[in-house]
C-alpha cells in the first residue's frame, strides 16, 4: 500500500505517458515482445508455461482483431522442420487495450519442452483509428504473407518466482502529488495484462485500488476502473484518471479527471501475476 497527498499542480508529473485509448500521431506498430524466460534473450529459453505477450504503442481496435483471433495470421505455430510450420493444441487469444495475449490451454497450459515456435501478427491489425499494423517491428524477425513474424524457443523448466514491485510513482508518502498524476508501477519481469485491465479495458479494481481519504481519516471505495486509462509497456503499468472521474458531491472540488487537492491517497496492489501466473 502507498499513501500520497496532492498538492494544487496540475501537470503529469514523473510518471511517464500513458497511451490514450484514440492512440497517438505516429505509426501503429509492435512496442515489444513479452515472455517469461531465462536470463538472456526473450525469446530463447521461454519457459514452458508463459504467456507469450505483443505490445503495441496505441490501443487496438477490438472489432477487427475478433475478425482476425483464431485464423492463421494471428496466432501462435510449432515449427517442426525449418519452414515448416502447424498447430499444436489451443492456443488462446486475447485482447485487453494495447496488449495481445498468446496462451497455450490445453496439455497442462504448456508450451512443448525445447521446440520452436512462430508469433504471428496480421499487418491488417488496427489500432482505434483503424490505422493498420506497420510492417516496421524491430522486435520481429520480418514479415510474410501479410504478417509480421517473431520466433522464440522453449526450455525445460517453468518459472517458479514471484513477480516484484520494484518502483513506483509516486512514492509512498510523497507531498505536493501533481493532480493530472500518471502512476506508474515498475515490476521486476513482464507483467500478465489480465490481472491489470478487465476485458472491457478498465484497470482491475481488484488488484490495483486507488481510494481517497475522508476527513474523518477513513478510505472511501476505490475509484472506479472506468475512471482510468491504462497501458503495459515492458514491465511497467502505467495508469490515469479520465473523463469518467467525477467528484463526489461531497467534494469541494468539481474539476473532472483529477485528483482533487489537498487531498491524501491510498493506493493498494495486489495479486499482479506474471506470464506464468
Not at 500521431?25 to 538472456?40: D, K, M, N, R
Not at 505490445?55 to 475478425?67: C, G
Not at 497442462?108 to 506497420?134: C, F, I, M, P
Request: aromatic letters at 8%.
Amino acid at each position: 500500500q502507498l499513501s500520497d497527498a496532492t498538492g494544487t499542480s496540475g501537470g503529469p508529473g514523473g510518471g511517464g505517458t500513458i497511451l490514450p485509448p484514440d492512440g497517438t500521431v505516429g505509426a501503429f506498430v509492435v512496442q515489444s515482445i513479452e515472455t517469461s524466460h531465462l536470463p538472456g534473450p526473450s525469446n530463447q529459453d521461454v519457459y514452458r508455461c508463459s504467456k507469450i505477450q505483443p505490445q503495441f504503442n496505441h490501443y487496438i481496435n477490438s472489432a477487427k482483431f475478433e475478425s482476425l483471433k483464431g485464423g492463421e495470421t494471428l496466432t501462435v505455430k510449432k515449427e517442426t522442420s525449418p519452414g515448416v510450420f502447424v498447430n499444436e493444441g489451443t492456443v488462446e487469444v486475447s485482447l485487453r487495450n494495447n496488449v495481445i495475449s498468446f496462451k497455450r490451454t490445453d496439455g497442462q497450459g504448456k508450451w512443448g519442452a525445447t521446440s520452436d515456435y512462430e508469433v504471428r501478427l496480421d499487418e491488417t491489425l488496427e489500432n482505434t483509428r483503424t490505422q493498420q499494423l506497420s510492417t516496421n517491428c524491430a522486435d520481429c524477425d520480418g514479415d510474410r504473407d501479410g504478417y509480421n513474424f517473431w520466433s522464440f524457443s522453449t526450455g525445460t523448466i517453468d518459472d517458479e518466482d514471484d513477480p516484484t514491485l520494484d518502483m513506483t510513482y509516486p512514492t509512498t508518502g510523497d507531498t505536493s502529488v501533481p493532480l493530472s498524476t500518471i502512476f506508474s508501477l515498475e515490476f521486476s519481469e513482464a507483467i500478465d495484462i489480465e490481472s491489470v485491465v478487465t476485458v472491457g479495458g478498465e484497470l482491475e479494481i481488484a488488484n490495483i485500488a486507488l481510494q481517497r481519504k475522508l476527513p474523518g481519516g477513513s478510505f472511501e471505495a476505490a475509484i472506479p476502473g472506468n475512471a482510468f486509462d491504462v497501458s503495459l509497456s515492458g514491465s511497467n503499468i502505467q495508469f490515469a484518471l479520465n473523463e469518467n472521474h467525477v467528484p463526489p458531491s461531497n467534494s469541494f472540488f468539481n474539476q473532472p479527471g483529477v485528483l482533487e487537492p489537498y487531498t491524501e491517497y491510498k493506493l493498494t496492489i495486489q495479486n499482479i501475476e506474471d506470464l506464468c501466473g
